[in-house]
Each structure stands twice: as C-alpha cells, then as structure tokens.
C-alpha cells in the first residue's frame, strides 16, 4: 500500500516541475515577443501565429493567444515577473493579461496571487463585462454625438461642420483621399512630393484641395443615384491586358483597368490564374473583330475536384479553407488547365508566389515544393529542433543558474477557502465599475 508521504511528495513534484515551466514559459514568451516585435516570422507566413503553429506545432487558436500574451505583457511588467518567478501559472497569467491594463494591473496581479484559477477566470470574466458596458457607453455616446452642419454664410459660402464615428469617418476620408488623387495625381507627379519651392504658385492648398476633392465626391454619388453598390460589384476589378504581357512579364504591351490605371504584369498574372476569361482580338489599328465568350479559366468541375484534393491554401504553415486555384505553370505560358498542373493558394500566399518571389513547383512524385525569394526551401513540416536528453534537468540547472528557486509551494494561492463574491470584489477593483 502507498503511503501518504509517498504521494505527498509526488503531489510536491507536479508542482515544483509546474512552477518551472511556468519559469519557462515566460521566456519563450519573451522570445516570441522580440521575434514578432522584428517581424520575423514574415518569411511568407501571414502572422507570428501562423509561424508558430507550423513551427512548434500548436493549433493556431493556442498560437494566436501565445502572440496575445507575449504581446500583453510587454506592457505588464509585474505579470510577467510573477510569470518568470514560477509564482503565477501561464493559464491565470492568460486570463489576467485579457484585461489588465498598466493601471490596473498592481490589483490584478494580488487578485491572481491570492485567488484560485478559477476565482481568477470568474473575476476576469466579471471585469470583461464592466468594460464591455462601459465600451458600449462610449460608443453610444459617440453615435448619439454624429452631426453635420451645413450653412450659408453671409457671403454665399458654404461652410460644413461636423464629427463623424470613426468608422464613418474613415470612409470620408477615403473618398476625398481617392477624390484628390483623381485631381491632382499629375500635378503632384510634376511638383513631386517634397520640393516645396519648386511648386508652381498655382497649385492648390492641401485645404483648397480637400474642397475641390468633397465637390467631385458629392457630384460622383449624385451621377451614380446615391447607389453604394452590392458588394461583389464594389470589389469586382476588370483588367485588360495583351496576351504577350501574361506570358512574359518584359514583354510590350498593355494591363490596365477600365479607368486605364496601370497594373503591373506579375498581378495580372496573379488575378487571371483564376478568374473569369474574355478574349478578344484586335486588328492592326486596334479595333475589336473578334470577342470570344466569357470563360472561368478554371472549369467548375474542376475547381471543385482541387479543392477537394487540396483542401485549402497549400502554403507551408496556411492551410487556409478557402482559396484560388495557382497555375504552377501559368496557362499564358502554355500550362495545362489540369488538376496536376494547380495547386489552392489562399489570396495572401497567391500573391507571395506572383508578386513577393516565392516560388512553387511540383516534384516528379507529386509533391509541391516552396522556396522563399531567396531561393532557401520553405519545407511543410520544418527541421525538429534539438532537445537534450533530460530536458527537465536542463531546466532546473539553468533556472539555478539564474539564482531562481521554484518550490512546490512557489504558485500556491494565498486563499484561505473563504466564499469569493464576484460582484463585490469588482466593485472594489474595477475603476470604471459603477458601484
Ligand atoms: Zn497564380
Ligand atoms: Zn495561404
């Protein structure tokens, strides 16, 4: 039969071996903190989550919340003291950094010491909705506050005021920034951006500019009847480009869009790997003699057969469910329309392979291979990294090295087995709670 001390002390080991990785934890935060904050993760992978998830192998719900914390606690410099010292677990850690602020987290730091796990998930629980009201306040304040004022003054101007949500906001500025760039692109390719001197006296102010741009807005919206358009109208883009252009980036020829803004070649080659296809051929002046009909220039049949193959964005580390079909060999370069022939890439990792250097080609057996712009192997799965033979023992010896001494009774909670009161203990700690 067991004796208690027995277990006892495998109780005392859990929990001294615990503390230490918690120890750890804070390092690894550290270090995937100052390798997101130096971007280096962006080696084609769309965030540090992503990187990580291909990396070290986490789901990216947990990879994403490692970004969050490591992030958080930058600016929570208790937190993760307690965190590095083992006194605080990696989990209460998680919870507390979804609310703590530099300002309140003092109070939460003696709310994670003293309180349970679960004592420190229902307080923060607890906290998320006092902000959450006190957001939802703000923001209805602000609605309530939208206004434009439009009059006339004594001399016939027109004078506007007004405040506008943010988010509406931001869509004004939009429209007179594309506004302006529609009216004065060429005199500011002239003038150029900095010389100052050298602008001609005529050019209009940066405000004489922004009236001119509300003006040509106002006359826009009236000329298409006030119609903000179904979405898939806003964002479809229609590209004409010259069949050399496609095959052969260098070559002469034109790819524009319908108002004749230039497009470069490699995006072309991107938006017709899949997209809908009309060919058309022109004389020697230029005049249309031939339209052919409108062809998706990858067949539904077999669009849905790569998608069942691939499954998603074939980029290591994506794996992202939707996606468009990539000619690994492009079809203006006579590559086939075939399932060998494309491979699923979401749109962030369809353009690395046009436009970013990336490149992609399929192996005798079958298996696509990447490569980043310059020119190293991006594999599927990256090398292992090495890992000592006891691993804990490395651990422990370096945690001594650095004078840290974990015990097992180094995150043991401060609470006596006293009821908790939610509400109450927010009222005291919360310095929005309304009481
Ligand atoms: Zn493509
Ligand atoms: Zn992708």
């Known amino acids: 039969m067991e004796t208690l001390t027995d277990l006892d002390r495998l109780g005392d080991q859990i929990a001294e071996l615990s503390a230490h990785l918690d120890a750890a934890t804070a390092q ?16 084609g992978f769309r965030s540090c989550a992503a990187w990580l998830s291909w990396r070290i192998g986490l789901d990216l719900g947990a990879a994403r919340e490692r970004v969050r914390v490591a992030r958080a606690l930058g600016t929570l410099p208790r937190l993760a003291h307690a965190l590095a010292r083992g006194e605080l677990s990696y989990a209460k850690v998680r919870a507390l950094t979804r609310v703590a602020t530099p300002d309140t987290e003092e109070r939460l ?3 994670g010491k003293a309180g349970t796990a679960e004592h420190v998930e229902r307080i923060v629980r607890g906290w998320r909705q006092v902000d959450r009201q006190a957001e939802a306040r703000q923001t209805a304040r602000r609605h309530a506050g939208r206004a434009l004022h439009v009059y006339q003054d004594e001399d016939g101007m027109v004078i506007i005021r007004g405040r506008l949500a943010p988010e509406v906001g931001a869509v004004v500025m939009k429209a ?20 100052i001197e ?52 260098d070559a002469p020829g034109q790819s524009i869009l319908e108002d004749g803004t230039h497009v470069p070649a490699e995006t072309c080659r991107r ?24 062809t998706r220039t990858i067949p539904p049949a077999l669009r849905r057969a790569l998608d069942h193959r691939d499954r998603g964005c074939r980029f290591p580390g994506c794996g992202l469910p939707s996606g468009q079909g990539h000619h690994v060999r492009h079809w203006a370069n006579g590559g086939p329309t075939t399932l060998s022939n494309l491979a699923l890439l979401c749109r962030r990792h369809h353009r690395a392979v046009h436009e970013e250097g990336y490149r992609v080609d399929r192996q005798p057996d079958g298996a696509l291979r990447f490569r980043r712009p310059d020119g190293e192997l991006l594999p599927a799965v990256p090398p292992p990294a090495t890992v000592p033979v006891d691993p804990v023992e ?17 995150s043991m909670p401060g609470w006596l087995g006293e009821r908790l009161d939610v509400g109450w203990a927010i009222d005291v700690l919360h310095p929005l709670a309304a009481g």
């Open 28 to 43: 690894l935060l550290d270090l995937i903190r100052e390798f997101d904050a130096r971007s280096g993760w962006n080696t």
């Open 109 to 111: 730091l003696a709310v």
């Open 176 to 195: 007179l920034d594309a506004a302006r760039e529609t009216l004065y692109q060429r005199s500011r390719e002239t003038a150029g951006d900095t010389v």
């Open 198 to 249: 050298d602008v001609p006296a005529e050019t209009p102010t940066m405000a004489q500019q922004q009236a001119d741009a509300l003006a040509l807005v106002a006359e826009t919206a009236l000329h298409h009847g006030i119609d903000p358009g179904v979405p898939g109208d806003r964002y479809q883009v229609v590209v004409h480009v010259d069949a050399p252009v496609l095959a052969d980036t």
């Open 271 to 294: 938006l017709a790997c899949d997209a809908s296809r009309v060919v058309m051929r022109h004389d020697a002046h230029g005049h249309v003699v031939e339209v052919g009909a409108r």
């Open 394 to 410: 490395v651990l422990r010896a370096r945690h001594d090295a650095q004078g840290l001494r974990v015990h097992a009774r180094t």
